[in-house]
């Protein structure tokens, strides 16, 4: 017997049509690429991207074209997004932190036909544009007045080329599982591999997201999505803002300290999200200046681990509440969050961070499981670690083209190729990314719990731990530090603060300082690179 239910498919413009309705005046605020800040509402944004849309299709793209973004977070990458979608096609987003090389592999990996980019990235556009054969048209997202000069053909100035355009336009009327969007993994190993959503898992990520016990949106929040749309869909921001009636504050290029605080406090932003360097920044600003977060309720913090330091300040200092996440670009992004269940909110002190350096609880949706090699399902005890695997409706059931297929399994399950446990209550915590993780002895060593230790320290400013070979053991613990300024910390002060809070026999056996950590195109430890800056270093035998 069947339901006897509508037929509603689950379409990403749908979202649009929502926020337009129901919260029509609410504003998107973004600093724009061009300098000042520009103000419009759901209502407006929504007409222009049915112009997005009427103006695409009248240039010729179809149904299934994937529609390319190199831009910052704006009202216009928005517009973007919503009308490639809205008239068929395949938003896909390039991240302008990769090599010009690996952006244009991307494109020609998925065909892009049409780009549209912000004023900033244009010189990387004349590098690579000549090498992508499928691509026809380049948006510039910007007007006539601020067009740069380029020999590039069939560039156009997004204002003028939409001016074209009335709105007068129906959405395409697609099937809910049909393609949304594209990105690209950061691939710090081998080729980059492409996630392809679909309406279907745009939309039920963003009902996720919007739970209480996830992002817990609602139309009362001011949201400021730091995390780029080019980072894993800005965590689905850009989707369950709208949906909720959140009023969303877009930074544009600008992440630095000074900037971000100044949006938070002049646009009253109560909820924000990022990954830890850029609350790095934030941090040392605030401390510089001596100002304070009067608005600023929630932060989510994932994309790498947050540390614990850092969740310290924020809620003792500033009384901002930390929410720790955990995802994957495969996962939409999101895969849990480390927001309080009962059984874990009377804690207090140091006991509310422990539980908020784990990655948190899945939401529905997520199912997941840890394993060990042999693929046999370990305890939820909160220490046995393995592979950690997942799966749910906006988890990726393949890679486009079928590269990595050795990630998916029969029985439905991803492997996200990071290590960690899970605790009684169904708390996550990653101790690693596979590749990263130290094995000592035959034993494992959790390199991100070594960096939040070291981290904590006064004089530190960023930590990453790597292996390094060992005769007797295989691989030993090499800890590399960044110092805050002006301070120097000496090893010996660092190892001893960090002994007896973690196993004896985990604690680095040296320190190396440097200037600077290198970090991938998403914000993460580039271990492969520091790797191979350390390939050559002998540690101290004693
Ligand atoms: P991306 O697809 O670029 O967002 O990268 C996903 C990967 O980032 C995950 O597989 C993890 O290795 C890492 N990651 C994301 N969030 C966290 C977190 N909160 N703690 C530790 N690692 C994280």
Not at 335 to 343: E, H, M, R, T, V
Request: hydrophobic share 40%; net charge negative.
């Amino acid at each position: 017997m069947l339901g006897l239910m509508q037929q509603w498919p689950l379409l990403c413009h749908k979202i649009l049509d929502h926020a337009a309705r129901q919260h029509g005046g609410r504003e998107i605020v973004s600093r724009s690429v061009e300098g000042p800040i520009v103000r419009t509402t759901y209502a407006q944004l929504r007409h222009r991207a049915l112009r997005v849309a009427q103006r695409l299709a009248r240039d010729g793209f179809e149904r299934g074209d994937r529609i390319a973004t190199l831009g910052w977070n704006t009202a216009r990458h928005m517009e973007a997004w919503y009308g490639a979608m809205g008239m068929g096609g395949v938003y896909h987003t390039l991240n302008p932190r990769l090599f010009p090389d690996q952006i244009g592999w991307i494109m020609n990996h998925a065909e892009d036909k049409c780009l549209f980019v912000d004023l900033t990235f244009m010189p990387i556009v004349e590098k690579i544009a000549p090498n992508v054969a499928s691509l026809q048209k380049i948006i510039v997202m910007s007007d006539a007045a601020h067009m740069p000069d380029t020999a590039l053909p069939n560039v156009v100035a997004y204002e003028e080329w939409l001016a074209e355009a009335d709105g007068d336009f129906e959405w395409c009327a697609l099937e809910e599982n049909e393609a949304a969007g594209m990105c690209y993994t950061s691939g710090t190993t081998g080729e980059p591999k492409g996630v392809v959503y679909s309406h279907r898992s745009n939309v039920l990520h963003a009902m996720m997201a919007c739970m209480p016990d996830a992002m817990g949106l609602s139309s009362r929040d001011v949201v400021l999505p730091v995390v780029p749309m080019f980072h894993a869909n800005a965590w689905g921001l850009a989707q369950s803002a709208p949906m909720a009636g959140a009023k969303l504050v877009m930074p544009g290029g600008k992440m630095d300290g000074a900037s971000i605080y100044e949006l938070l406090n002049t646009e009253k932003v109560s909820f924000t999200a990022a990954v830890p360097t850029v609350w790095l920044m934030l941090l040392q600003h605030l401390e510089e200046t001596g100002k304070a977060l009067p608005y600023l309720q929630r932060v989510v913090i994932g994309g790498s681990a947050c540390p614990r330091a850092m969740a310290e300040t924020f809620e003792k200092n500033y009384g901002v509440e930390v929410i720790h996440a955990w995802g994957m670009t495969e996962m939409s992004p999101l895969g849990s969050l480390a927001s309080f269940k009962p059984d874990y909110a009377d804690l207090e002190g140091e006991a509310r961070f422990d539980i908020k350096q784990k990655q948190g609880h899945a939401p529905f949706g997520v199912e997941m499981k840890v394993t060990d090699d042999e693929n046999r399902e370990l305890p939820w005890d909160g220490k046995t670690f393995g592979r950690l695997k997942v799966r749910g409706p906006a988890v990726a059931a393949s890679y486009y083209g079928g590269a990595g297929a050795e990630q998916f399994d029969d029985e439905g399950w991803f492997d996200t190729g990071d290590v960690a446990h899970i605790d009684p209550h169904g708390y996550m915590q990653i101790t690693d990314r596979a590749k990263d993780v130290i094995k000592s002895g035959g034993e494992w060593i959790s390199t991100i719990d070594l960096e939040n230790l070291a981290v904590g320290h006064p004089d530190i400013a960023e930590a990453a731990v790597i292996g390094v070979a060992h005769p007797k053991w295989d691989e030993r613990p090499l800890l590399v530090v960044v110092a805050k300024p002006g301070k120097e910390p000496r090893k010996e002060e660092i190892l001893e603060y960090m002994s007896g809070k973690c196993a004896k026999w985990w604690l680095p056996d040296d320190v190396a300082f440097v200037e600077e950590i290198p970090h991938t195109a998403t914000g993460k430890i580039q271990k492969t690179a520091l790797r191979d800056q350390f390939r050559d270093y002998r540690l101290p035998m004693g």
